[in-house]
């Protein structure tokens, strides 16, 4: 299977402060990526879906200035919360999906606790 | 739009003895695939089989089979022999092959055991 990395696994921060996830896929090319949440015993909640050199496009009730998406090349995409919030904590997954495939795959994920 | 919906939300079952994990669906698109992901305590999410809705015959891997239902738009997975490694949430997962978006069950947790 394709070979995702998603880095930090773990971050915990102050409310307030900013928080960047880099997710990469290493053995393929992602023309696009979906980002997940999911909460503790939940399923995954799709966050947003973003191509590469464009703007990401946000699922209903997920607020785009807190949750910025860069998908700037083929390899590499970021997501940043910004002014995180305790209720922002949760398990965030990328998921890089290469053109023409049926299957997605999925990072490590990262989770995140905002003190 | 599509929904998956996975009626147990708790399964447990006895060391290698086999379990079926329930799913039902719904889709407009005529095209799309079903998948079940498994989701260990270290929550990578890990793909257990994959069934093409235009294939009549069920998909099997190893000790994993699915009971691939078109008309009733049904999709369970039985798991045979199980071992205490099987224990996870397991997600059923709808595709279409249109968006490339997945739809997402609620899961079943899986218990085994010894």
């Known amino acids: 299977g394709a070979v995702v990395s998603q880095h930090p696994s773990r971050v915990i921060c102050k409310s307030g402060t900013s928080v960047k996830i880099e997710c990469r896929s290493l053995?393929?090319?992602?023309?696009?990526m979906f980002w997940y949440r999911q909460f503790p015993k939940q399923s995954l909640m799709l966050m947003a879906t973003?191509?590469?050199?464009?703007?990401?496009?946000?699922e209903q009730g997920v607020e785009k200035d807190k949750f910025l998406i860069n998908h700037a090349s083929l390899t590499l995409s970021t997501l940043t919360v910004t002014s995180a919030h305790p209720e922002d904590s949760s398990f965030y997954i990328c998921?890089?999906?290469?053109?023409?495939?049926?299957?997605?795959?999925f990072g490590p994920g990262t989770r995140l606790t905002v003190l | 739009a599509q929904t998956v919906t996975q009626s147990q939300p708790e399964m447990s079952v006895q060391e290698a003895e086999t379990v079926t994990l329930s799913c039902t669906y719904d889709t407009s698109e005529s095209d799309y695939y079903l998948f079940w992901y498994k989701q260990p305590p270290s929550r990578q999410m890990i793909l257990v089989i994959r069934?093409?809705?235009?294939?009549?015959q069920n998909a099997t891997e190893n000790r994993f089979s699915v009971n691939f239902q078109k008309a009733a738009k049904s999709f369970s997975l039985k798991i045979s022999d199980s071992q205490l490694g099987d224990a996870a949430m397991y997600f059923c997962?709808?595709?279409?092959?249109?968006?490339?978006?997945?739809?997402f069950g609620e899961g079943t947790q899986l218990t085994v055991n010894p």
């Open positions: 997962a709808c595709l279409r092959t249109s968006g490339s978006r997945l739809t």
């Open positions: 053995d393929f090319q992602a023309t696009t």
């Open positions: 998921s890089p999906v290469a053109g023409g495939y049926n299957e997605q795959f």
């Open positions: 973003s191509n590469e050199g464009s703007k990401a496009t946000y």
């Open positions: 069934q093409e809705a235009y294939k009549q």
